[in-house]
Nanobody, 125 residues
Framework: QVHLVESGGGMVQAGGSLRLSCAAS????????KGWFRQAPGKEREFVTG????????YYADSVKGRFTISRDNAKNTVYLQMNMLKPEDTAVYYC??????????????????WGQGTQVTVSS
């Protein structure tokens, strides 16, 4: 079983930056895609970004392209989300997820089998 712990959330003004981290422990698999999702109050959880097992391919939701960057360090079993030029509409609980059975990114949350507890990101205007 994979255990994920996110960190780095907080409150920031519009235009600011935050960096989220997600450390995996337990039965981890190097050949696994990882992703970040978010859920704003009253809205469904949505895909933000994902990275394939090697880190060579990344995918972003249109709403965050050019502002967010995902990366991973397989030696540390950690995935990162650098968020720049934050907007109030980025306010949400952010979750990291692991797709242990595949190294290919999916935008469907149901393809991921391990989730972190979530970290709150609040962007004020």
């Amino acid at each position: 079983q994979v255990h994920l712990v996110e960190s780095g959330g907080g409150m920031v003004q519009a235009g600011g930056s935050l960096r989220l981290s997600c450390a995996a422990s337990g039965r981890t698999f190097t050949v696994s895609a990882k992703g970040w999702f978010r859920q704003a109050p009253g809205k469904e959880r949505e895909f933000v970004t994902g990275i394939n097992w090697s880190g060579g391919n990344t995918y972003y939701a249109d709403s965050v392209k050019g502002r967010f960057t995902i990366s991973r360090d397989n030696a540390k079993n950690t995935v990162y989300l650098q968020m720049n030029m934050l907007k109030p509409e980025d306010t949400a609980v952010y979750y990291c997820a692991v797709r242990s059975g595949s190294g290919i990114v999916s935008t469907d949350q149901y393809d991921y089998d391990a989730w972190g507890q979530g970290t709150q990101v609040t962007v004020s205007s």
